[in-house]
């Protein structure tokens, strides 16, 4: 008696469904619906322009890595903290771009020829660590606004909050905790803060 009830109720749900591709209630038939099955335009345009900020933000702190190598800073323990967010930010950059790839967008030409970096060269370690967390303040500020944009799209919102907004996080308090911790030092010791910060971050 249930499976006659259940079959009886798989019937008539399916019989309002239509498989004529000429119905006017399959509005999944043609090319136009097919292609916006597959994305919605205005979230791929804001994965792009995200794409280019992630590349910025990454040749920036590569610049800033190179600054803080020279024989005339040296501060090798500040540098290698903008070389691994330079490849973190070109990680992510990648991870956008497989994604589009993923989800069948063919157009490249939104990759720029090259990038320059918002910035070369320092006063200080702790201009540098500010300038890079309002770098990632902002950097997270569109990427969660890029979120919002794609929330049409379940699946690409979806990923990007799982797979990506955590670790935009992690940046942003990564540097502030830096930020902190080199203040509280040149609280104690003005003259010697940033080489014993720098030192630290060497161990």
Same mark, same amino acid.
Not at 12 to 36: F, T
Not at 90 to 101: I, N, P, Q, T, V
Not at 178 to 183: A, F, G, S, V
């Given at each position: 008696?249930k499976t006659?009830?259940?079959?009886?109720?798989?019937?008539?749900?399916?019989? =309002?469904?239509?498989?004529?591709?000429?119905? +006017?209630?399959?509005?999944? %038939?043609?090319? +136009?619906?097919a292609?916006?099955?597959?994305?919605?335009?205005?979230?791929?345009?804001?994965?792009?322009?995200?794409?280019?900020?992630?590349?910025? %933000?990454?040749?920036? &702190?590569?610049?800033? =890595?190179?600054h803080?190598?020279?024989?005339?800073?040296?501060?090798?323990?500040?540098?290698?903290?903008?070389?691994?967010?330079?490849?973190?930010?070109?990680?992510?950059?990648?991870?956008?771009?497989?994604?589009?790839?993923?989800?069948?967008?063919?157009?490249?030409?939104?990759?720029? +020829?090259?990038?320059?970096?918002?910035?070369?060269?320092?006063?200080? =370690?702790?201009?540098?660590l500010?300038? %890079?967390?309002?770098i990632?303040?902002?950097?997270?500020?569109?990427?969660?606004?890029?979120?919002?944009?794609?929330?049409?799209?379940?699946?690409?919102?979806?990923?990007?909050?799982?797979?990506?907004?955590?670790?935009?996080?992690k940046?942003?308090?990564?540097?502030? =905790?830096?930020?902190?911790?080199?203040?509280?030092?040149?609280?104690?010791?003005?003259?010697?803060?940033? &080489?014993?910060?720098?030192?630290?971050?060497?161990?």
């Amino acid at each position: 008696m249930k499976t006659v009830l259940l079959l009886s109720l798989v019937g008539s749900a399916l019989a =309002g469904l239509s498989l004529n591709p000429n119905d +006017p209630q399959d509005k999944c %038939a043609g090319e +136009p619906c097919a292609k916006n099955y597959h994305y919605d335009e205005r979230c791929v345009t804001a994965i792009r322009r995200q794409i280019s900020r992630e590349l910025e %933000a990454s040749i920036t &702190y590569l610049a800033a =890595g190179a600054h803080f190598t020279q024989d005339s800073v040296n501060r090798p323990g500040i540098a290698g903290i903008f070389f691994d967010h330079a490849g973190e930010e070109r990680e992510h950059a990648f991870k956008l771009a497989d994604y589009l790839s993923l989800r069948g967008d063919p157009d490249t030409k939104y990759l720029q +020829p090259s990038y320059t970096p918002l910035k070369d060269s320092w006063r200080s =370690g702790l201009e540098a660590l500010t300038d %890079a967390l309002n770098i990632e303040k902002e950097v997270t500020r569109y990427f969660t606004n890029m979120i919002s944009t794609c929330e049409s799209d379940w699946h690409a919102a979806d990923w990007l909050t799982a797979e990506m907004l955590d670790e935009q996080h992690k940046g942003v308090r990564e540097f502030a =905790g830096h930020i902190t911790t080199l203040r509280k030092m040149q609280q104690a010791q003005p003259n010697l803060a940033e &080489y014993l910060f720098d030192a630290e971050l060497e161990h």
